[in-house]
């Protein structure tokens, strides 16, 4: 894949210009994925435009495709280029069904919990949006965040968990002395 970018560049505004995201879009679809990781036309779309703008042209491409754009990603691109940019397209479509999937694959699986992805996650989301994350995690997999935490860890680790996150009511089962 080209360099995507080399500055760290990417645009945070979130006004979004309209007719950039359709041009971007109709580029992306008359191209087709395949192109999207070779051609470095592709690079400053996925690396330098806003979040907000991604999420436009994704909207606009998967109306132009009949298809969400993460499948047309799990089909045409594999390997690690075709997982970042999958992610790529889940981050920006929906931030919150992204991290609530982090969570959630960090707690279950055969080996156990991945500690290390945990942690990352709600380190790295607790003073920006945990609550959002919360309810998706909720909508998503029917129990709360809290009791899924409760579950996979334990003691003074489990209560700084849920007190990073804000699950209250879990926390006060394991620490009465914790008031929200």
């Given at each position: 894949m080209p360099l995507l970018s080399n500055q760290g560049t990417r645009d945070d505004d979130t006004q979004v210009n309209t007719s950039q995201a359709k041009w971007d879009a109709r580029a992306m679809y008359d191209a087709g994925p395949k192109h999207w990781a070779k051609d470095s036309t592709f690079a400053p779309?996925?690396?330098?435009r806003s979040y907000a703008h991604?999420?436009?042209v994704f909207t606009e491409f998967e109306e132009m495709a009949d298809t969400d754009i993460e499948k047309v990603l799990g089909k045409d691109l594999h390997g690690d280029?075709?997982?970042?940019l999958e992610s790529l397209a889940k981050f920006a479509k929906h931030k919150d069904?992204?991290?609530?999937?982090?969570?959630?694959?960090?707690?279950?699986?055969?080996?156990?919990?991945?500690?290390?992805?945990?942690?990352r996650t709600v380190?790295?989301?607790c003073e920006k949006d945990m609550v959002p994350i919360k309810e998706r995690f909720q909508e998503q997999y029917h129990k709360?965040?809290?009791?899924?935490l409760e579950a996979?860890?334990?003691?003074?680790y489990r209560n700084?968990?849920?007190?990073?996150?804000?699950c209250h009511d879990e926390l006060r089962k394991h620490d009465p002395a914790h008031i929200a």
């Open positions: 779309i996925f690396a330098d991604l999420k436009l280029v075709g997982h970042l069904t992204y991290f609530a999937e982090l969570l959630h694959k960090s707690m279950k699986g055969h080996l156990g919990t991945n500690h290390k992805a945990l942690i380190v790295s989301r709360s965040l809290g009791s899924a996979e860890t334990s003691g003074h700084i968990l849920l007190a990073l996150t804000g």
